[in-house]
């Protein structure tokens, strides 16, 4: 167990439909990053946030969202799902807002469209 | 933006076989690079770090030097395990960056 608790493991919604996906960082870490890890993009980086406040954006499109709590678990909303953002979403955290240190994976939600 | 090239995988080999698998960076200045495992059905792990040029990093056998004349930061291994298959990622973040930077990965698989 690494620390980080990404829920759910596994969904299945069709398409236009529109989930919700939840990461708890590991304890005392303030920093969350989302990443999309597909076959034929490899891991895409998506948002990060430190502390409830957004710091850093990647390659996230309009549909999806995020936001993090007061009490640091964040949110990944994606709305309006296409068959292509079927992947692995995974969440990680880190203590402070740089990444010097490396991060710490949770175990990913599994996104399936349909 | 930056990026990080990994030789394509998949690597098969023996048991006890030597593993190198190349990493190379495009990051200016002194990036941290990192070697991240991932093993079937699990989140990314951290498998050793270097931040600085020369540094060596290691782990459950597994070494990468920090080469800032190549750009490379290539992951070996002596006597590799069946225990060792998953996929490797290679990665980079510039000092202050926010964001790890990650190769497309590369399968190792190991037979008995």
């Known amino acids: 167990d690494s620390g980080v608790t990404q829920t759910p493991k596994h969904l299945i919604t069709a398409t236009g439909q529109r989930v919700t996906l939840r990461c708890s960082p590991r304890s005392g870490d303030l920093s969350v990053y989302w990443y999309q890890q597909s076959l034929d993009q490899g891991l895409q980086f998506l948002i990060q946030?430190?502390?409830?406040?957004?710091?850093a954006k990647g390659n996230i499109l309009e549909r999806f969202s995020a936001q993090q709590f007061p009490d640091l678990h964040s949110e990944l909303n994606l709305s309006s799902l296409e068959l292509g953002d079927s992947a692995l979403y995974f969440c990680?955290?880190?203590?402070?807002?740089?990444?010097?240190?490396?991060?710490?994976f949770g175990s990913g939600t599994r996104l399936t469209v349909v | 933006g930056n990026s990080v090239t990994q030789m394509e995988g998949p690597v098969t080999l023996s048991e006890e076989a030597f593993l190198t698998i190349n990493c190379t960076y495009t990051?200016?200045?002194?990036?941290?690079l990192f070697w991240y495992v991932q093993y079937p059905g699990e989140g990314l792990q951290l498998l050793l770090k270097a931040t600085k040029a020369d540094d060596k990093g290691s782990n459950k056998g597994f070494e990468a030097t920090y080469r800032k004349e190549t750009t490379s930061f290539h992951l070996e291994k002596g006597s590799v395990q069946v225990s060792d298959s998953a996929v490797y990622f290679c990665a980079e973040t510039q000092g202050g960056s926010e964001k790890l930077v990650f190769g497309k990965g590369t399968k190792l698989t190991v037979n008995p």
């Open positions: 990680a955290s880190s203590p402070l807002g740089q990444s010097n240190y490396g991060y710490t």
């Open positions: 990051a200016t200045g002194y990036p941290s």
């Open positions: 946030y430190y502390n409830g406040e957004e710091r």
